[in-house]
């Protein structure tokens, strides 16, 4: 086997491992049944849990905070928007769900990131932090956000 085949080789299965390790195991890629944005009842348990835990920074209206994108004096970026206009939509439901129960910690962010985002893990139930995340995604209904997100969610599941 000539070496540029050997070195194909060696970092497709390093690929595969480093995306193994990156994975929970039995996660669903993109979308997730306990996040389900057409369960009501879910949805409705997850207003009552944003109200009270998550409005005050990312808006009560899921607008997150001015200038979300801009550093503030601290070096901490502002809580971005949960609505259509954020990079939220972007991410699979596994990675909402991480992010949220234990906070901006790799493999979601660089080690020591410094973020205002707290960990909800000791303060919510994993099902009211699906429930929150059912919520959010109930206000994303524009076609380009629905196709780019099942595109994304297409993309997920073949990992």
Not at 57 to 75: D, F
Not at 78 to 94: N, V
Request: proline fraction near 7%; charge should be neutral.
């Amino acid at each position: 086997m000539s070496s540029s085949n050997r070195l194909a080789r060696d970092l497709a299965a390093a690929g595969f491992v480093l995306l193994a390790a990156c994975s929970e195991a039995g996660a669903p890629g993109g979308d997730d049944p306990r996040a389900d944005p057409r369960d009501a009842a879910r949805v409705a348990l997850g207003a009552k849990v944003y109200a009270q835990h998550c409005s005050s920074c990312h808006g009560a209206k899921l607008e997150g905070q001015e200038n979300w994108r801009t550093r503030g004096s601290n070096g901490r970026l502002p809580a971005p928007p949960h609505d259509e206009s954020g990079h939220t939509w972007h991410h699979p439901d596994r990675v909402l769900f991480a992010i949220s129960k234990n906070g901006l910690v790799p493999p979601y962010a660089p080690k020591n990131y410094e973020s205002d985002m707290p960990a909800f893990g000791g303060k919510l139930s994993d099902e009211e932090i699906w429930a929150v995340l059912a919520y959010i995604k109930s206000h994303w209904r524009s076609r380009a956000v629905l196709d780019a997100r099942a595109e994304m969610t297409r993309n997920e599941e073949r990992r």
